[in-house]
């Protein structure tokens, strides 16, 4: 991401990190990769709260590690970023925003195996912590989620339902 953020090593209930960062600012794929999802309008509603679009506008990307990446809560997705469409590292794929149940500007990045590569949205927002990748990413330390993400899916395989309500 492109602009002054944050993150914390924590998140409510399920692994994922916050971005806390203006609107507008520059969401940048963190690898090469294939758009898997892509939600380009914000169903959000809160007296319905449904996880399914609590993330407002967002993509999903089969990265070629084979590791999912997710961001969402974005203002706004760039042309040309359609399910199927490549990616390369560094490409701008959208802009941050405050869309879905977002109570402030910043990005929802999770990190996951890609099981049911769309519709998975409980497996898609994250099931490994990405701050140390980020932490790494940010040191200009190249370091990959691949076992984590290997691990965790061979202790838990692909959950077929919401595994906490977050």
Same mark, same amino acid.
């Given at each position: 991401?492109?602009?002054?953020?944050?993150?914390?090593?924590?998140?409510?209930?399920?692994?994922?990190?916050?971005?806390?960062?203006?609107?507008?600012?520059?969401? %940048?794929?963190? @690898?090469?990769?294939?758009? +898997?999802?892509?939600?380009?309008? #914000?169903? !959000?509603?809160?007296?319905?709260?449904?996880?399914?679009? %609590?993330?407002?506008?967002? &993509?999903? &990307?089969?990265?070629?590690?084979?590791?999912?990446?997710?961001?969402?809560?974005?203002?706004? &997705?760039?042309?040309?970023? @359609?399910?199927?469409?490549?990616?390369?590292?560094?490409?701008? &794929?959208?802009?941050?925003? #405050?869309?879905? #149940?977002?109570?402030?500007?910043? +990005?929802?990045?999770?990190?996951?195996? =890609?099981?049911?590569?769309?519709?998975?949205?409980?497996?898609? %927002?994250?099931?490994?912590? =990405? !701050?140390?990748? +980020?932490?790494? !990413?940010?040191?200009?330390?190249?370091?990959?989620?691949?076992?984590?993400?290997?691990? !965790?899916?061979?202790?838990?395989?692909?959950?077929?339902?919401? @595994?906490?309500?977050?």
């Amino acid at each position: 991401m492109v602009g002054n953020n944050s993150y914390a090593r924590t998140h409510h209930d399920y692994p994922a990190s916050d971005l806390i960062t203006g609107c507008g600012n520059k969401f %940048r794929a963190v @690898t090469d990769g294939e758009v +898997l999802a892509v939600t380009t309008v #914000d169903k !959000w509603k809160a007296s319905v709260n449904d996880g399914a679009t %609590r993330g407002g506008l967002s &993509i999903s &990307i089969l990265g070629d590690d084979g590791v999912r990446y997710y961001g969402s809560h974005l203002e706004k &997705i760039s042309a040309g970023v @359609t399910v199927g469409a490549r990616v390369t590292a560094g490409q701008t &794929i959208g802009r941050t925003g #405050d869309t879905g #149940d977002a109570s402030a500007c910043h +990005l929802h990045f999770g990190i996951s195996p =890609p099981c049911a590569k769309s519709g998975d949205w409980w497996n898609q %927002r994250g099931t490994v912590y =990405p !701050w140390p990748y +980020l932490d790494a !990413w940010k040191a200009g330390k190249n370091k990959s989620p691949v076992a984590a993400v290997k691990k !965790w899916k061979a202790e838990n395989g692909c959950p077929t339902k919401p @595994t906490t309500f977050g």
